[in-house]
Nanobody
């Protein structure tokens, strides 16, 4: 199994910045696409940004130009730098990874999710 643990959430005033981190652990062979999702109260979960193992990135229109996703493959970590935050960014942010890991009898593939971290932006 592969476990993901997020950190870096919290409270910030509008216009401020936060940096989220997500560390993957387990008997990992490779992490393919990693991403950040968010879910606000009463809304569906949405993709915020994703990044491939080679560094290609994708962003939702709502965060383009404000958020930056990056990763450190040596540390099995993905980051989300969030700038110019607004109240509309308030949500639980979760990371996700398409992982290849050693499952005892061989290599297996799974989609792993973190438990989420709360981001609250006040106006």
């Amino acid at each position: 199994q592969v476990q993901l643990v997020e950190s870096g959430g919290g409270w910030v005033q509008a216009g401020g910045s936060l940096r989220l981190s997500c560390v993957a652990s387990g008997r990992i062979l490779r992490l393919n696409v990693m991403g950040w999702y968010r879910q606000a109260p009463g809304k569906q979960r949405e993709l915020v940004a994703s990044i491939t193992s080679s560094g290609d990135t994708n962003y939702s229109d709502s965060v383009k130009g404000r958020f930056t996703i990056s990763r450190d493959n040596a540390k099995n970590t993905v980051y989300l730098q969030m700038n110019s935050l607004g109240p509309e960014d308030t949500a639980v942010y979760s990371c996700n990874a398409d992982a290849i890991y050693f499952g005892g009898s061989g290599y297996r593939r799974m989609t792993s999710w973190g438990q989420g971290t709360q981001v609250t932006v006040s106006s």
